[in-house]
């Protein structure tokens, strides 16, 4: 599935779009799946943060505030961090099952074992 992003950066009146990939539907998705898809997400606010960087952060969802709510013929997640926004989606699944997916996600992501 390609997934479009909307980001916005602090101190950036500029709206970036971006896309992810994820395989299958999100129907079939499972918490994992939409954990990889949120760190994917994260990774790309970073990268457009640091366009020079090549590695890849250690990724957590850690200190995130999100919602899921209806867009276009779908729902979309929307989350904030300290230094950037970003909505996700349309997705084409019930707003509750997304949202109890998500909730998943977080519940059981770890967070990395570097620390800063």
Do not use: C
Request: negative net charge; aromatic residues 6%; hydrophobic residues 45%.
């Amino acid at each position: 599935m390609i997934i479009p992003v909307e980001i916005m950066l602090r101190q950036d009146e500029r709206v970036f779009t971006e896309t992810i990939e994820h395989p299958g539907d999100v129907a079939s998705w499972t918490a994992a799946d939409m954990e990889q898809v949120l760190k994917k997400i994260l990774v790309r606010i970073d990268r457009l943060q640091h366009p020079g960087r090549s590695e890849h952060p250690p990724v957590s969802l850690r200190g995130m505030s999100w919602i899921v709510s209806p867009y276009r013929e779908g729902v979309a997640i929307a989350f904030e961090i300290h230094s950037a926004s970003a909505v996700a989606g349309p997705f084409n699944i019930e707003q509750a099952a997304l949202e109890r997916l998500v909730t998943a996600a977080f519940a059981g992501s770890r967070p990395p074992t570097t620390i800063h």
